[in-house]
């Protein structure tokens, strides 16, 4: 099985493309995510998957974070052998357990789509469990709504220092995304009078027109601030070409419902012990 430098992002780009046109996936978006000190890539133009591990202490984890079987190969086991090399490769790093989905901060989907009947089917036959599930929900990129009074909305820029601090303070766990978000100027940033940030969105971490992460500080909700942060990504992504966006891994389905959000897409994750 070959390692990452065998397969370049354009390449993996053509075999998604090829096996799962839907996704849109870019070779961008690919190598953001499948490429780094923690990831590694196996396979070839013809199959790959792509793997992160992460240590929690002494225990250690790694995340599927994309399996791709062009069609002309798939029905063969060329699935389960990917499969088969991560595991070994995991192992390989002291990972003591294999999950699919969910890889955050870097992640393409949270998880298997709930339609990919393959793909369920094989992560099953492979002794996966199931362990949890997401949702996306879509909304149309006509959504507008009033930003409150003393609320000004603005794209984060610079070091991001609000938007930043406001994620240590309450999501810690969101900080690498909303960094990126600033990086790529798709961080809006919600102040107060003062000048505080009082709320953020991201959208276009790692997917075009996927929104998340988003919060408003606990001591500022109900008050409109994620409703118009809400309207401001979606303009964005209106400028963008885009006529819907997809609101990603949803938490609080109904704040996105009260905005005309449906769900779009359900997704399963999947574990197995090494």
Same mark, same amino acid.
């Given at each position: 099985?070959?390692?990452? $430098? =065998?397969?370049?992002?354009?390449? *993996?780009?053509?075999?998604? !493309? $090829?096996?799962?046109?839907? #996704? ?5 978006? /690919? ?5 780094? =000190? ?5 396979? =070839? #133009? ?5 793997? $992160? ?13 994309? /399996? ?13 052998? /990917? &499969?088969?090399?991560? #595991? ?14 969910? !890889? ?59 938007? &930043?601090?406001?994620?240590?303070? %309450? ?5 690498? #995304? ?40 606990? =001591? ?6 994620? $409703?118009?942060? *809400? ?5 964005? &992504? ?7 966006? @997809? &609101?990603?891994?949803?938490?609080? %389905?109904? +704040?996105? !419902? ?8 359900? +997704?399963?994750? +999947? @574990?197995?012990?090494?």
């Amino acid at each position: 099985m070959t390692v990452g $430098s =065998d397969i370049t992002p354009d390449q *993996l780009a053509a075999l998604c !493309a $090829s096996a799962m046109p839907d #996704e849109g996936l870019t070779a961008g978006e /690919l190598l953001h995510v499948c490429w780094g =000190d923690d990831r590694v890539l196996l396979g =070839d #133009e013809r199959g790959a998957v792509g793997v $992160s591990v992460r240590r929690f202490g002494e225990f250690v984890a790694t995340w599927m974070l994309l /399996l791709v079987v062009h069609p002309d190969e798939q029905r063969h086991g060329r699935a389960r052998a /990917l &499969i088969a090399a991560a #595991e070994q490769w995991a192992r390989e790093q002291g990972s003591r357990r294999m999950l699919v989905g969910g !890889a955050v901060p870097w992640y393409l989907w949270p998880g298997v789509d709930a339609f990919a009947t393959p793909a369920l089917a094989c992560f099953e036959a492979a002794g996966y469990d199931i362990c949890g599930d997401g949702l996306n929900m879509a909304l149309a990129s006509g959504y507008t709504h009033a930003t409150p009074a003393g609320v000004v909305l603005e794209h984060e820029t610079g070091d991001g220092a609000g938007t &930043i601090e406001l994620c240590r303070r %309450v999501w810690p766990h969101w900080e690498d #995304e909303a960094a990126r978000a600033i990086e790529l100027g798709t961080c809006i940033a919600a102040r107060n009078a003062d000048g505080g940030t009082v709320g953020f969105g991201c959208h276009g971490v790692c997917r075009r027109g996927w929104i998340g992460p988003m919060g408003t500080d606990p =001591d500022q909700q109900h008050g409109g601030v994620g $409703s118009a942060l *809400l309207a401001a990504l979606v303009a964005d &992504i209106r400028a963008d070409g885009l006529d819907r966006a @997809q &609101i990603s891994w949803v938490g609080p %389905v109904g +704040f996105y !419902a009260s905005a005309g959000a449906v769900v779009s897409r359900s +997704f399963r994750l +999947f @574990q197995r012990n090494l």
